[in-house]
């Protein structure tokens, strides 16, 4: 399987176990949401936003689709990638989350 064909949880050293990856992807987009306030992601917080039952606006989900582009093309690129890849200690929630909202924020721009 080439690196293309596979998500972010193939290519960050980030917790898969017990659903992680989606409660980091669900928490980016729940702050991402919520600009310009600062929301606090807490469980059930994140549960009542992912039950509503509108949708969010096509351009909402064009920026989102783009803030995970650029994690996939940050963490495959050499030399980009360090950060990422080449440390000894796993992608933190925390970090994954606000350096996304930092990555939605800018494109905004």
Known sequence: MNVESRGLGSVLEWDTTRGRD???IAQLVYCCDGLPEH???TARKLETWLKRVDSPPTTFM???NDVLS????MSTTKGLDIA???VD???APVEFVF???LWFFLSKG
Not at 70 to 73: G, L, P, R, S, T
């Open 22 to 24: 989606f409660q980091c």
């Open 39 to 41: 929301l606090i992601p």
């Open 62 to 64: 064009s920026q989102i």
């Open 70 to 73: 650029e994690f996939w093309h």
């Open 84 to 86: 990422f890849t080449h």
């Open 89 to 91: 200690k796993r992608v």
């Open 99 to 101: 350096i996304g909202k």
